[in-house]
């Protein structure tokens, strides 16, 4: 067939796809049946593949993914993707309110403010040049994001091509990727099932699914895209964003069907409880309302703090709660021993997630606010993802109710529990318990620990059941064959785990030390002993006094240590996992160069060149303290973006603030001078 045809043909295909997909993601009203579309986009495919060279950037064929990406690189956007100041309650509103009008004084126009739901997703942004999307990136800190153009591509609701006559030579959309929430749970469903873990909430899921190297891994995931804004326009102007949202609708896009504008505050108000009454019916996950000044000329006039538009304000939703009842009460236990009380609810349904679970957190808590089986109780999901009980409606009693007894043994390997004076918790010292190693293995693979990629908890459950594995370091005796005994589990996923677990042998040190599951270290402690230490043979012989002597080291943490270490079978578990091939890494200890020595620094917001990881060792490499608190002892804040209180508490305390460039410069001085 001469190339003129094929060309034809496949702009035509291309068009009628796009069509379709726009009738049958966008307007949810189909034209044609699933099989006539999987006709026309087989042809499709059958001719690029035979005609790679006449492939358009707008094909529907590249909503399967492209090749894996090595890394993300960095964008900067033209217009910055300011962060939202936000409020809490009405007095706070008309405070917003009331500074546009003072601000505003002497404009002929009325004021006229935008409303909208405050979409709890992933904000990015979307480049077209002359119609066709050309980039894609995340907020990032907002001046740089990440670009990830072929991930957004398989993003069905995301036009490749504006649906206009005449586009813009340039149009910068922007909005938020988001997960359905019966989408999130049926995908979670099957995670469960394949033994993987679980996403805590539609965002991570939507966040997680974004960020991924393989973009078919992203278009195998359910995103939604919804547009609320434009950056920088060329070849077109709007008067407002109203008109700029209605324009973009056109094109391709969905925008909030629950969007408003009026000029009168008291209906903003209106319009913010209606959206909290629907907070729980709607689809996506919504934590509040975001309102802006409509006319892009008053916003011009308003302009913008450092990391804030001034027009602009996100008017959040207090945390959701529910009633329920407490079905009954059991304990269950950690990978350190502790024994948790956890009330087993009624189903209910809170903001949109069903809860079945609230951890009771101990024995003092459970009395403290007198929780009975057979209670009603109000539920809350704290920070609108982990339940937990808020108070109980004794107005509701029966006499019926039963109080919950701690038990003396533990509920899974039968042994003695135990209290120590001062704790809070109760404790089972069997370190052999089935409960405790399936909870140290799960640490020990988790992304914080070694980071084996695949194994999740149903996976590492099954293990344990079966006597495939007693401890971490049996994962390193693990063969392909040993897989594919568990249920449900396939050749290439067999192959895959264990292709984790052999990239898992080298981990960093830090990684490997907050792996084991030392009581009270974590994450930010384990970087301490690494760089004090170096090498996990210096910590092993470390006593009590000279652990006790490190900054942020007390002594009850040295003492947990010492302890870990003198247990033979922890001992004789670290040996094993040499034996199984795990490279234990070596830390360059500190010079003596420590020009910083004895100034306190504390890190907010996000850096756009340094993870947080990188800037507090840059900072500990010269001799400066860490902490994660401002106090009147700190010497300097350095801020990022989206810096949050400790920001404010800084400035109220007039300590010394470095924005990223006088913080780069900072290092660089005493690099230069070492």
């Not at 900067?76 to 505003?104: A, G």
């Not at 072929?150 to 959309?173: A, F, H, S, W, Y």
């Not at 089935?434 to 099954?462: M, W």
Request: charge should be negative.
């Amino acid at each position: 067939m001469p190339d003129d045809k094929v060309k034809k043909e496949i702009d035509k295909l291309v068009d009628e796809i796009n069509y379709h997909n726009y009738r049958y993601y966008v307007l949810d009203d189909p034209e044609i049946s699933d099989a006539e579309y999987d006709r026309l986009f087989d042809r499709l495919a059958e001719l690029e593949e035979k005609h790679p060279e006449l492939k358009r950037p707008d094909s529907p064929t590249q909503r399967v993914g492209a090749q894996p990406a090595e890394k993300f690189r960095s964008v900067r956007h033209s217009v910055p993707m300011l962060s939202l100041n936000k409020c809490n309650t009405e007095k706070e509103f008309e405070d917003f309110v009331r500074r546009c009008n003072e601000e505003l004084t002497g404009v002929s126009d009325k004021i006229e403010y935008h409303v909208e739901p405050k979409f709890d997703g992933l904000a990015v942004e979307l480049v077209y040049k002359n119609g066709i999307l050309e980039t894609g990136s995340t907020r990032g800190n907002g001046v740089t994001g990440e670009e990830i153009t072929e991930n957004l591509k398989t993003v069905r609701t995301i036009p490749l091509k504006l649906r206009t006559k005449k586009p813009p030579e340039l149009l910068e959309v922007r909005g938020e990727v988001i997960m359905h929430k019966d989408d999130f749970e049926e995908m979670n469903k099957k995670r469960e099932e394949e033994g993987l873990d679980l996403f805590a909430n539609p965002r991570n899921a939507a966040a997680g699914s974004l960020r991924q190297l393989d973009p078919k891994i992203t278009a195998s995931r359910p995103l939604r895209f919804f547009a609320y804004g434009i950056g920088l326009v060329e070849g077109k102007s709007f008067d407002k964003l109203g008109d700029a949202l209605d324009y973009i609708e056109r094109a391709g896009f969905i925008i909030s069907v629950e969007s408003e504008i009026s000029d009168d505050p008291e209906n903003i108000k209106k319009k913010y409880y209606a959206l909290l009454d629907k907070r729980s019916d709607v689809q996506y996950d919504m934590d509040g309302a975001v309102i802006k000044i409509n006319s892009f000329r008053q916003q011009a006039k308003m302009g913008e703090l450092s990391r804030s538009p001034r027009w602009a304000i996100a008017w959040k939703f207090p945390p959701a709660e529910e009633t329920t009842e407490v079905k009954d009460i059991f304990v269950q236990v950690g990978r350190t021993g502790i024994i948790t009380p956890v009330a087993a609810l009624k189903p209910v349904r809170v903001s949109g997630v069903e809860v079945r679970r609230a951890s009771l957190h101990n024995e003092d808590e459970l009395r403290k606010k007198d929780i009975r089986i057979g209670d009603t109780v109000v539920i809350r999901r704290a920070g609108d993802v982990i339940p937990e009980v808020v108070k109980v409606v004794k107005s509701s009693r029966s006499g019926d109710e039963k109080k919950f007894k701690m038990p003396d043994k533990c509920p899974v390997c039968k042994q003695p529990i135990t209290r120590l004076e001062g704790e809070a918790y109760y404790r089972c010292t069997n370190i052999s318990c089935p409960a405790q190693v399936k909870e140290r293995i799960i640490h020990f693979a988790s992304k914080s620990g070694v980071d084996i990629d695949g194994l999740g908890n149903k996976l590492i459950e099954q293990m344990v059941e079966k006597d495939m594995i007693g401890n971490p370091a049996d994962l390193y005796f693990l063969e392909k064959d040993d897989l594919l005994k568990l249920e449900r589990m396939a050749d290439k996923s067999a192959r895959n785990i264990i292709d984790a677990i052999e990239a898992s042998r080298k981990p960093e040190l830090a990684r490997l030390i907050n792996a084991l599951g030392i009581r009270n270290v974590g994450e930010h402690l384990a970087d301490v002993l690494a760089d004090h230490f170096g090498s996990m043979e210096n910590l092993m012989r470390a006593d009590y006094d000279e652990l006790s002597e490190i900054n942020e080291v007390g002594p009850t943490i040295a003492d947990s240590i010492v302890s870990f270490f003198k247990n033979e079978q922890n001992r004789r578990m670290i040996e094993k996992l040499k034996e199984g091939g795990m490279k234990f890494p070596t830390v360059e200890k500190k010079t003596d160069y420590a020009p910083l020595e004895g100034q306190t620094f504390v890190l907010t917001g996000s850096l756009e060149n340094y993870s947080r990881r990188q800037a507090r060792e840059a900072l500990e490499k010269l001799g400066a303290k860490v902490t994660s608190s401002v106090s009147k002892n700190t010497d300097y804040v350095v801020v990022g973006a989206d810096p949050g209180s400790k920001y404010d508490k800084a400035q109220k305390l007039n300590i010394d603030i470095l924005d990223e460039n006088r913080f780069k410069e900072l290092l660089k001085k005493y690099e230069r001078a070492k």
